[in-house]
């Protein structure tokens, strides 16, 4: 349905430039979208930055955004990535107490969610996981139930799987 | 060679076959100018920035080639922001040259500093700040490259000071630009296949032309097409002149104040093939009623325009001219022609439209504003470049002065920047010497440029500025007339100055007439009165724009005021 909001996600390839981030947000602001993730490295050219950006919006609203993007001239392509057709993963670092009752629910949790310990102080570790939405949604819950301080979360990456 | 930041910039400039910057110095561009001194290109010192903008705006859209501005950091900048705006809506190529304080100050609340590049980034088509010397040649040939290619529209460039102070090795200096931005339509041939089978389907086709049309430079092609097939043509208030209004196929202009058989004949047509048009809303008015029986075929070089806000049959994203030209070429191989018979109805009915409501307008003792229009056209022989402020002025000046050729009618159309026309005439006048150029003002408009008025006399620009003069903010009022119960909020501009005084003040002749038959006189003395002249017109104070439609109503919904308002299905 073409009036249906729901989380679509673009790929934005762009020149790498100080001021193209500024411009893909302005974009978005100045038309009213809202950006709900988005995360931007360089890919194996240096001079060219991949963005991939999710907005909660309509198939009417995506198509005019990527008009939009592709009309800025700093922009090199910018497509839709369909969910069936791409895979969508994020990731969290969180930092969690160390306690004795917590450590074995912690180590449950890692286990089963294939987390890392990606640092280790006296009294706190940092986690870091992967997964798509709805699976850090729950493992954030399940953290916050074992006291955890502190989170980062990067935004939406997302890549078009290859032929069948 | 050892070369400056300026010497390079002039360089560049050259290269574009830049003849005039509009400009006004300050602390940020001091070098820029001092080397201007030496250069040979032509600089008209304006008496604010935004005069400069929006005159290099006004010298693009007669001339058809890039306008240039110069302006300093800060407050020269931020001037300026009006006019690209206006310049950014309405398509218009134009390079801003900006100051910028040095760049390792950039970002520390300098003196005359503002992120001009941040705030111009939504409305201009792309903008650069210059970080070194080395990028600055390249930069601004791709400013004038990007302002030009296709949909044209402001390029901003923002020089810091050390840039343009600093030397570099300059021999081997060359720029390769990337390719314009303009690669053909793939399978124009097959879309326009699918357009023509549509065509000769059309029992009641229309075409509508728009400013794309002006600034596609095919105003030519378009005409011979629907010559061709006898289609009957309106336009937008952006694509006057595209069309010819003497040509017995122009329909009127359409839109909120477009004329009866405009807005009649969109309203009922079958076919509707839209070139250069964006369907904005003053010309669709309620866009679910737009068209409503019309396969639409829409031509534009803008994919954002398409689809944008009416949804179309056959979109075809092209350059205008190989669209129609494919058209026409389509044609003449498979010698097509069109059902004769039901298009000779159709354009009689909309001749019938014509001669039931033409645009008309009550005489009275006042001077009515559509008169003095009339008697312009007549004087100048239609043939005058005119420049509009905004409100009803510029809708006036739109109905009546009917324009025969393109880049003749120098419009504020997007955003509606009052104080456009007498900077916009001026541009006019630099890039048409030869021409005779009208700003058709309003009282209110006028004022915010008045200050032009010395650019006029400091290069004895030969504008003829002809004022109508309502002693009110004339669209406001109307709207406060007929929407909000003649509450006159803050629109009463009883007090403003005697502008044949205040002409003089500046050295301009000044004229005034207050009675009908003074008009005639006037305006020929006004416009045979070698150099510029003021001509003030005390038009009737609450006199309307009509046809009116609404916003929000459909076309075919427009009032005629006191005897013939009328809702007409």
Redesign the interface.
């Known amino acids: 349905m073409p009036t249906q909001l729901k989380e679509r996600a673009i790929s934005v390839i762009v020149n790498n430039r100080p001021?193209v981030l500024?411009?893909i947000a302005?974009?978005f602001s100045?038309r009213g979208f809202n950006i709900e993730s988005i995360s931007a490295n360089i890919t194996r050219n240096p001079a060219v930055t991949k963005i991939i950006i999710t907005t909660l919006t309509t198939q009417d609203t995506i198509?005019?955004v990527i008009?939009?993007l592709?009309?800025?001239?700093?922009v090199l392509e910018a497509r839709r990535l369909r969910r069936p057709d791409s895979v969508q993963r994020e990731m969290v670092l969180a930092r969690v107490p160390l306690t004795g009752e917590r450590q074995a629910a912690l180590r449950e949790l890692v286990d089963t969610r294939g987390g890392k310990v990606v640092n280790e102080e006296s009294d706190s570790v940092i986690l870091e996981f992967t997964g798509d939405k709805d699976e850090l949604e729950e493992t954030l819950t399940r953290l916050e139930l074992l006291g955890m301080e502190d989170f980062s979360r990067t935004g939406v990456i997302a890549l078009e799987r290859g032929k069948p | 060679m050892q070369q400056t930041g300026s010497q390079i910039l002039f360089r560049a400039l050259k290269e574009e076959n830049v003849d005039t910057l509009f400009g006004y110095p300050g602390g940020c561009v001091m070098d820029i100018y001092d080397e201007l001194f030496r250069q040979d290109i032509r600089h008209i010192l304006v008496r604010h920035e935004q005069g400069a903008i929006h005159a290099a705006d006004g010298y693009a859209r007669v001339s058809g080639r890039v306008g240039v501005c110069l302006v300093t950091s800060g407050p020269g900048a931020t001037n300026t922001v009006t006019g690209i705006a206006n310049a950014y809506m309405d398509s218009i190529p134009v390079v801003v040259l900006t100051g910028q304080v040095p760049t390792a100050m950039i970002g520390n609340d300098g003196f005359q500093e503002v992120d001009i590049t941040g705030i111009t980034r939504t409305c201009t088509k792309h903008n650069f700040l210059v970080r070194q010397i080395g990028d600055l040649h390249r930069t601004i040939r791709e400013a004038f490259q990007i302002a030009r290619s296709g949909r044209p529209g402001p390029v901003l460039v923002d020089l810091p000071k050390d840039v343009i102070q600093s030397v570099m090795e300059t021999d081997l200096l060359t720029t390769t630009l990337p390719p314009g931005e303009e690669p053909p339509c793939p399978d124009l041939e097959g879309l326009c296949s699918e357009a023509l089978k549509l065509l000769l389907a059309a029992k009641q086709p229309l075409i509508i032309v728009g400013g794309g049309v002006i600034l596609g430079k095919a105003s030519e092609i378009c005409r011979s097409f629907a010559r061709k097939f006898q289609i009957p043509v309106v336009s937008t208030l952006m694509g006057l002149g595209a069309f010819p209004a003497s040509d017995p196929l122009w329909s009127g202009m359409l839109g909120m104040h477009g004329a009866y058989s405009a807005n009649m004949a969109v309203s009922h047509c079958d076919l509707l093939i839209a070139v250069g048009v964006r369907f904005d809303d003053r010309a669709t008015s309620k866009v679910s009623a737009f068209a409503p029986h019309a396969k639409i075929i829409h031509i534009d070089i803008d994919p954002v325009s398409i689809d944008k806000i009416i949804r179309t049959d056959i979109s075809i994203i092209s350059h205008c001219t190989p669209a129609i030209e494919t058209l026409h070429r389509l044609v003449n191989e498979q010698r097509l022609t069109l059902p004769e018979q039901p298009i000779r109805a159709w354009r009689n009915r909309i001749h019938q439209w014509k001669a039931e409501m033409p645009l008309s307008y009550c005489r009275n003792q006042n001077i009515k504003p559509q008169y003095v229009i009339e008697k312009l056209h007549q004087l100048t022989g239609g043939r005058a470049i005119v420049a509009t402020e905004v409100g009803q002025n510029q809708m006036w000046a739109a109905q009546f002065y009917r324009f025969d050729e393109p880049n003749a009618f120098l419009t504020s159309g997007g955003l509606g920047a009052m104080g456009f026309g007498l900077p916009a005439a001026i541009g006019a006048q630099v890039a048409c010497p030869d021409r005779l150029v009208v700003d058709v003002a309003g009282d209110g408009s006028l004022q915010m440029n008045i200050q032009e008025f010395g650019t006029i006399v400091h290069y004895g620009l030969p504008v003829k500025v002809v004022i109508l003069n309502n002693q009110y903010l004339g669209m406001i009022r109307q709207w406060q007339e007929l929407f909000y119960g003649r509450r006159y909020s803050q629109s009463d501009m009883t007090q403003a100055p005697d502008f044949v005084k205040l002409a003089e003040a500046y050295g301009i002749k000044g004229l005034r007439a207050t009675k009908p038959a003074e008009v005639k006189r006037v305006l020929k003395e006004g416009l045979e009165t070698p150099g510029p002249v003021v001509m003030d017109f005390h038009v009737e104070p609450e006199e309307n724009v009509f046809p009116m439609v609404k916003p929000g109503t459909p076309l075919t919904e427009m009032a005629f005021g006191n005897s013939r308002a009328r809702a007409v299905a």
């Open positions: 001021d500024a411009r302005g974009t100045a198509a005019k008009k939009q592709n009309r800025l001239v700093d």
